[in-house]
């Protein structure tokens, strides 16, 4: 598949489980991110990767890990979470300066 | 911070009517203005952009103004089609100006009447 893709595509998880969202893009960009999108509510950023470095942490719960091993693959860990933290969380990338261009399908995740 | 309000949140018009949505944001060093669509149960799709150093773009039955002075940029769809149904986002980059960081509107339902 080309573009961005997400792994799993739905998720539901207990607040005492531990889970990871997997995002991997074929598109040769050097910046990825996640984004958290809930209802009536614009789309957060939450973590910014250049050339697999992070640069942004946008004040995130530190029940959320990411983690960047190389420009391709993008990974979300997720233990302790609350329902709260229910959302379609999408990962995208881009060139450094190109603005964000291509998200991924999102994974919808639901916190018991 | 920067900050983006978006309006209307929703909006209903009748095909092939013409339809604008609107945003305002609040740092002026903001220098990129994206629009993104999301149709039910998609990922946002990158419609159009617009930098500070243009007032204007088109492409084709869409464009996108920008008033730095009064810090808004618009959203204009032309001869609306059903296929236009859905959310739109606007977006400013945040961070001084970064065109990674985006900062987004709350959306626009919009819905095209056949």
């Known amino acids: 598949e080309t573009g961005v893709t997400q792994t799993p595509r739905h998720l539901v998880m207990g607040m005492t489980n531990k889970k990871s969202l997997k995002c991997e893009q074929h598109l040769g960009h050097n910046a990825m991110y996640w984004y958290k999108q809930s209802a009536k509510k614009p789309l957060e950023l939450m973590f910014v990767y250049n050339f697999k470095e992070q640069t942004e942490n946008n004040s995130v719960p530190s029940r959320f890990s990411p983690e960047c091993p190389n420009s391709s693959h993008l990974f979300l860990h997720l233990h302790t979470l609350q329902p709260e933290d229910s959302a379609l969380y999408l990962c995208a990338s881009s060139f450094l300066t190109s603005g964000v261009r291509d998200f991924g399908p999102g994974t919808r995740l639901t916190v018991l | 911070g920067e900050n983006v309000e978006q309006h209307p949140s929703t909006l209903s018009v009748q095909e092939g009517d013409s339809a604008v949505i609107k945003c305002t944001y609040s740092?002026?060093?903001?220098?990129?203005f994206p629009w993104y669509k999301q149709e039910l149960g998609k990922r946002p799709q990158l419609i159009i952009d617009?930098?500070?150093?243009?007032g204007e773009k088109k492409d084709q039955r869409i464009a996108v103004t920008l008033n730095k002075t009064a810090k808004h940029f618009s959203l204009h769809i032309t001869e609306t089609q059903p296929e236009d149904s859905a959310v739109y986002f606007c977006a400013a980059s945040g961070d001084g100006g970064a065109t990674n960081k985006l900062i987004f509107g709350t959306g626009t339902l919009l819905a095209v009447q056949p």
């Open positions: 617009i930098r500070s150093n243009v």
């Open positions: 740092d002026s060093a903001s220098n990129y």
